[in-house]
């Protein structure tokens, strides 16, 4: 261990970080020549945003506009709920036009609660922030809280609140390692962004270094992208940055997630459901350290990401500078249009995205990619053969599980004995599936499991809630019922103990009797029908009241 | 002999002792089998069972006097949950008790109500909120589903509607291939 930590610190580029291995995975064919050698190109500000108010893994952000509302570019918009949780932010300036469900992008396509912005363009933000904060001054809990206001998450693709994982244990952190390593086929959008800012990016980790407070720092770069290791290692060596370390792995998918990139650069693994930062590890996307030089430095929440438009479905195939709300039919009309040979839109890439129907779907912060695939590119797959047995699955699984017994256990729904063997420890790679001879679509059927046993925790917790409310409903009448047999035994004890015909029991009545009266008089009972009467009614009235008056002096005099 | 007869007759008195000392003290108050299969119901308490609540059902089922198919809004996965937990077998719904259909809850008409107080005096769970002669309402998240208040209430402004699908429950579709195993002919 101590010689490694020692070699972590060396910054030469010929790092000479024994690297490690995970279990399995798979050589892919990169297909990023479409787009890693085009710069990243604006894609504008288009007239309608929709942004959803989660964009992120947690709890869903409130809504903090209304319609008509008028909002320029960077006001918040929705604030956090609950510490897993993000804001949202206006991405241009405009006019609130709808707060409503919205198709947003997810395998479901279903809707989901949105903000619809009608910008202006002007994209103007209120008042222009040019003084850059001193970070290096500020104490790393600040520095986490302007993360967390500024609603930057991960933008590697999962959507975790990065404030939450800077903020976990950062006495004990060791290493900082941010993840350059994009080993899904067909994106580049790290790619370019280290090859155009890579200054930022070092920034933005500089920033992170002092929000946890690491003891070393590795940047992990793929060796595929050979220009990005240059740029990185330019802007490295005209910092005369010594703290932080580039180190190349080699190009195996999935290396890029989290738990692969850890076991490779440190040979330590990540608790089953545990965090990194349990193992004393923060990791970071290199899109993330780069929102958060903007967060940091310009003072400008998350608004925008890097999106790669990709596919033989698309004309001219780029990485978007794109606001977030942004339709993907704007981008993919920023590409050039749909080709004729367009089959498939998939959002993400090819192993672990998604098709959806629609592409009126908003850009949110966790899309990275936007596929638009033809036939030849990517096949449908041909229909499923039972499961032979064959164990190649197992053999490419990077989390070292059994694709295979859970395939068995998710097709017979049996949920537990899929737990048992970790379902939940799967991080949906696509590799199984991939090396399958029968074509089984195994990571749907894991996807199904796990989305399966959280609809039953949640119906558990509804059934559990029920009882109580039920069980809490039944003691509160049975104690109404005791109290009220309880009030009539006493009263009728206090009647019978005093024989019922007592001073005490004509008194009560009497009490009883003035209070009616006095009632009586303070409502003030007027006699009703009394105007337009004729002198012959009048002295019936007459005759009546003073019959009641004499008869009401006797009942006192009595 | 006699020793070996004195000595396991004062053991066994000991262990007896043990025995009876441990059952007062560790005496647990209600039977757990009631608890466990209380657990496994979906605490409706819509009484389709013809029990007063999911609990009196369980009591009954552990007492032997009612069947495990009992449970309309349980359905099937309760049926085989039960008959997990008590090694039965599983049985087919008693259609008699109603049929199984996708979870709903009751949506109170505001326009139309009248304050009565009826069908909060029904709801089994507390979920409906009014006074008498106010405007009622249901809580949607506390609504069990078990359409008891739909009776009571005078004006019939009581409608059920279906839990409509949102992302926080969506659950992916399950692939529709054929079983492990069976060989695909042709």
Redesign the interface.
């Given at each position: 261990m101590a010689d490694s930590a020692a070699s972590f610190r060396r910054p030469s580029p010929s790092s000479s970080t024994r690297l490690h291995t995970f279990h399995g995975g798979l050589k892919l064919a990169g297909h990023r020549e479409l787009t890693a050698a085009r710069p990243i190109l604006p894609a504008g500000v288009p007239p309608l945003l929709t942004v959803p108010l989660q964009q992120h893994i947690g709890t869903p952000a409130e809504c903090l506009v209304a319609p008509g509302d008028a909002v320029f570019k960077g006001q918040l918009i929705a604030r956090q709920v609950g510490i897993i949780s993000a804001p949202v932010h206006a991405p241009s300036s405009g006019t609130v036009v709808a707060v409503e469900e919205r198709p947003v992008p997810h395998p479901s396509g279903l809707l989901a609660p949105c903000i619809i912005i009608e910008t202006d363009g002007l994209d103007r933000y209120r008042d222009a922030a040019d003084t850059a904060l001193d970070y290096a001054r500020m104490a790393p809990g600040a520095l986490c809280d302007l993360i967390r206001e500024a609603g930057i998450v991960g933008l590697g693709g999962a959507g975790f609140p990065t404030h939450v994982k800077l903020g976990r244990d950062k006495h004990s952190i060791e290493l900082l390692l941010i993840n350059a390593v994009e080993c899904e086929p067909y994106i580049a959008c790290d790619n370019r962004l280290l090859q155009e800012r890579a200054d930022e990016v070092l920034e933005g980790v500089r920033i992170l270094q002092h929000a946890v407070q690491p003891q070393n720092c590795i940047i992990a770069i793929e060796d595929g992208m050979p220009e990005a290791e240059a740029a990185l290692r330019t802007a490295l060596a005209a910092n005369n940055e010594t703290d932080i370390s580039v180190v190349r792995i080699p190009e195996i998918y999935p290396s890029g997630g989290e738990r692969q990139l850890i076991r490779i650069i440190t040979g330590k693994e990540v608790p089953s459901q545990g965090f990194p930062a349990e193992i004393g590890i923060v990791c970071q996307n290199v899109g993330t350290a780069a929102a958060v030089h903007n967060a940091v430095i310009r003072q400008q929440p998350l608004l925008s990401r890097i999106v790669t438009v990709t596919g033989d479905g698309v004309a001219r195939p780029q990485n978007f500078e794109t606001l977030i709300g942004t339709p993907v039919s704007h981008l993919v009309a920023c590409a050039g249009g749909y080709t004729q040979d367009v089959e498939r839109l998939l959002i993400g890439g090819p192993m672990m995205g998604y098709a959806v129907a629609d592409d009126h779907i908003p850009v949110t912060k966790t899309i990275n990619c936007i596929l638009a695939v033809s036939h030849e590119e990517m096949p449908a797959p041909p229909p499923a053969q039972p499961c032979i047995r064959c164990g190649k699955c197992t053999e490419v699984c990077p989390a070292d599980l059994l694709p295979q017994q859970l395939y068995w256990y998710a097709h017979s729904s049996n949920l537990d004995a899929a737990q048992d063997y970790s379902l939940f420890d799967c991080i949906e790679c696509g590799c199984c599936a991939y090396v399958c001879p029968s074509h089984i679509p195994l990571v749907q059927y894991y996807r199904h499991a796990k989305t399966e046993i959280w609809a039953r925790e949640k119906r558990t917790h509804a059934s559990d809630l029920a009882r109580q409310r039920h069980e809490a409903r039944l003691s509160r009448l049975d104690r109404i019922k005791q109290e009220r047999e309880a009030r009539m035994a006493r009263k009728k004890q206090a009647l019978s103990a005093d024989g019922g015909s007592s001073e005490i029991k004509k008194a009560t009545i009497q009490a009883a009797l003035e209070r009616v009266k006095r009632k009586k008089e303070q409502a003030g009972m007027a006699p009703k029908n009394v105007d337009n009467l004729t002198a012959e009614q009048q002295q019936l009235i007459a005759a009546a009241d003073n019959r009641r008056r004499q008869k009401n002096r006797g009942n006192i005099t009595e | 002999m006699l020793t070996a007869l004195i000595a396991l007759g004062i053991l066994a008195a000991l262990i007896g002792l043990v025995l009876g000392y441990a059952a007062i003290r560790f005496h647990v108050d209600s039977d757990p089998v009631v608890e466990q299969i209380?657990a496994l119901?979906?605490?409706?308490?819509c009484g389709q069972c013809t029990y007063a609540?999911?609990?009196p059902y369980a009591e009954a089922i552990a007492a032997g006097e009612a069947d495990i198919n009992q449970c309309p809004p349980g359905g099937e996965a309760t049926i085989n949950a039960l008959a997990d937990l008590l090694g039965k077998d599983p049985k087919p719904l008693n259609p008699e008790h109603g049929e199984h259909s996708e979870k709903t809850v009751v949506t109170i008409d505001e326009q139309v109500c009248i304050g009565c107080t009826l069908c909060i005096q029904a709801c089994?769970?507390?979920?409906i909120v009014g006074a008498a002669k106010q405007m009622h309402t249901v809580i949607r998240e506390?609504c069990?589903g078990c359409n008891l208040c739909i009776a009571p209430c005078p004006v019939e402004c009581i409608h059920i509607v279906p839990v409509r699908?949102?992302?926080g429950?969506?659950?992916?579709?399950?692939?529709a291939?054929?079983?492990?195993?069976?060989?695909?002919h042709g």
């Open positions: - | 209380d119901l979906p605490q409706t308490q609540g999911c609990r089994p769970v507390d979920a506390e069990t699908p949102d992302i429950n969506w659950v992916w579709p399950k692939p291939d054929q079983a492990p195993g069976e060989i695909q």
